[in-house]
């Protein structure tokens, strides 16, 4: 079955014959930069690591949407808060797990998995000047959408 195509407001996909939303989540994470006084960038990965969204706020770093990205790839691919990859793959094998997969990712804050009926179905990654501040925007964001 194909995929559904994406909309700025919600992005609905195809994951294994069942239609997920990731409902809001870039606009969400950009109010909540907003409200917050930051500028930020924000990716959605699906959980294969291919990208769903980007997004830019004017004034974040241009760096920014390359970074959301891989760690939005990293939160989805393997599950976790991007952040842990580094103690999971302690020793520096964590900076070697672009090579083994397709695409970029990063051992860094701001990446969380987003999880549907208790599955990980994508990544969500928020970069700017400060990581720690961006993954407690995505925890905002995330804690905030309803119950799936």
Known sequence: ???????????PRRFEGRT????????????EAQRRGQRVAVAIADH???PVQQD???G???AGVAVAQAVAAAAGT?????????A??????AAQLGALVP???????????????????AGLGVAGRDPGVCEEIARAVLAARPAG
């Open 78 to 86: 393997f599950q976790c808060p991007s952040a842990e990859l580094a």
């Open 103 to 121: 695409f970029p990712v990063l051992a860094a804050p701001g990446g969380l998995p987003v999880e549907e009926d208790g599955r990980v179905v």
């Open 60 to 62: 974040a770093p241009t």
């Open 88 to 93: 999971l793959y302690p020793d520096g094998l």
């Open 20 to 31: 997920v939303l990731v409902t809001g989540a870039g606009t969400g994470v950009m109010a």
């Open 48 to 50: 294969r690591g291919d």
């Open 1 to 11: 079955m194909p995929e559904q195509q994406t909309t700025p407001a919600s992005f």
């Open 56 to 58: 830019w706020m004017p």
